[in-house]
């Protein structure tokens, strides 16, 4: 067991109703693959011809890897890694950050979660567009007869409404999202029977041997079939991610009691479908129902991709929020949407940047068949990158036995590597897009990371030891004026340049000073207990140590007013904050690569969300002092 593993299994509240808000949230990634993944398995051009043996091959290829990779991997298995309640594959390198021993484990590993994050984003950017593109789609089955070049123009005003609401929150409309998914899962459910009730053979399916065989006869398009089925199992990591929202017992009483039986007979609906009538392979799950029934299905499919794009554009959200923590990208606008629940936030340069990538996807591939080409290599290298670490996670928490770590792990890779082997042929048919996303979101990020600590070391050198200040403020040489001030500072136990500015223009010092360091651990909460330190260092000097979790809002004036001691005197209001601000210049660098670099991380410096804002301080009690960096 992880040593936080305790935190998700906390909450307390109605499990029925947890489970039901996990429906909407968690699966409508997964429960909207129907609409595209058996189809993909007999695409032209790459698919298997259709007949009876296939069709029953292919449904089993789905059924078992949903129960795989979905049921027993991360359902058992990885939700069980959860930091502090918090899951995700960011979330993970950060708790495995806290346990390997030397720092140059500790960034290779969190290098390959930042790795797992990015392409998350990327995976955020596909998952609209294919979803709603997909639902859209089944308008074409109607009687309101659109033309092709509709679809890409109604999935287009969706998703520009979709990502207009987004500054409203998702709290107002959270509640619906549970019983309109539940009612699609129902609906996947019903009409899978119902097919099934004409043609039961297919039921052969549900024996792992049918798979096996179709593989093994249809072996010269293994790869291409492996690459479509892998779409049905997609949303296997939106399942960790979401861990921290409703905890494991609701995820998983949501998948074994609705989920996954629902899944597992509409697939073999539509393979039951197309055993009976071929020619409905153009669009299997639509065919399922009367036409006279299509456009409801239709609008029904729609608000379950509407509702599955919300679960990734917010998982988005909260991936930014936990990477500005923890110092990979910089401070950004963060709002929060809702008075109760801390992770309902929105951040707008995210919000319209996934906007204008999904317009473009849905403009550049106009179909759900040209999009699904791009999609699932990003989604199988984070399933990679987590079975990695997990491997590192047994060893060091659990403390499993390397046998035991490797046998797990080695099961997990050998099914991610053929499926990422898989969806390694999409690269020359647009799946170099979310490898490029994700190469510049991480390029972003590590940059981010480098400059930090590039100007941490310069700041270091012009750095006092904070012993040398408290002897001149001892022998008086140093006139004092009242009132308390609070400068932030990277390192108690120097002077803060932000003070040392204060001293060189103005010549006098506070008559209390706090120097304040603000940590954010590898940890999702951190322990009230710990939250707040705090030492008088003498000459009316006091430091305060305040150390916030990834997930948790930094409200700096609040967490002093609970933890100050009372004789201190100290009050929002009446209390002066200095800042530093750096100006970085660029000196003298060896290559023309690190000058580039040096630029971008001056223009995300120059541009990220002032310290200010970002730690709720209240403005006019506000003072930035600025420093120039050469780098």
Known sequence: MSQVESGSEARQGLPWAATLSALGIVFGDIGTSPLYAFRECFAEGHGAPINASNLVGAASLIVWSLLFIVGFKYLVIILRLDNRGEGGVLALAALIRSVIPGEKGQRWFFMLGLFGAALIYADGMLTPAISVLSAVEGLKDTELNLSKEAIPLISMVILVGL???????????????GPIVLLWFAVLAGTGIASLAKTPMVLMALTPTSA?????????????????????VTGGEALYADLGHFGRRPIRLAWWAVVCPALILNYLGQAALLERTPEAIESPFFRLVPQAFALPLTILATLAAIIASQAL???AFSLTAQAIQLNC???????????????????????????????????????????????????ALTMTSTSILFWVAALRIWKWSTPKAALFAGVFLAVDLAFLAANGLKIIHGGGLPLGVAAVVMFFMTTWTWGRNRSGRQLQKQRIPLEDLLGQVSRGTIPRVRGTAIFMTGQIDSVPVPLLHNLKHNGVIHESLILLHVVTLDVATSNPAERFEFKNLGQGFFSVVLRFGFSEEPDVPRALKEGMPPEIGYHPGRTSFFLGRETIITGRVSTGWQKFRLAIFASMLRNATPASAYFKLPPNRVVELGAQVTL
């Open 163 to 177: 990502f207009a609401i987004q500054r409203f929150g998702t709290g107002k409309v959270g509640k619906l999202f």
């Open 212 to 232: 096996f065989s179709f593989l093994i006869h249809e072996w010269h398009h293994a790869l291409p079939l492996l690459a479509a089925v892998f779409l049905a």
């Open 313 to 315: 554009i917010s998982g």
């Open 329 to 379: 990208l910089p401070r950004l606008r963060v709002f929060h949407t809702s008075l109760t629940e801390k992770g309902q936030i929105y951040l707008p340069m995210i919000n319209w940047l996934l906007a204008i990538a999904c317009l473009l996807l849905v403009g550049i591939f106009e179909s759900s068949t040209n999009l699904a080409a791009a999609y699932g290599i990003a989604i």
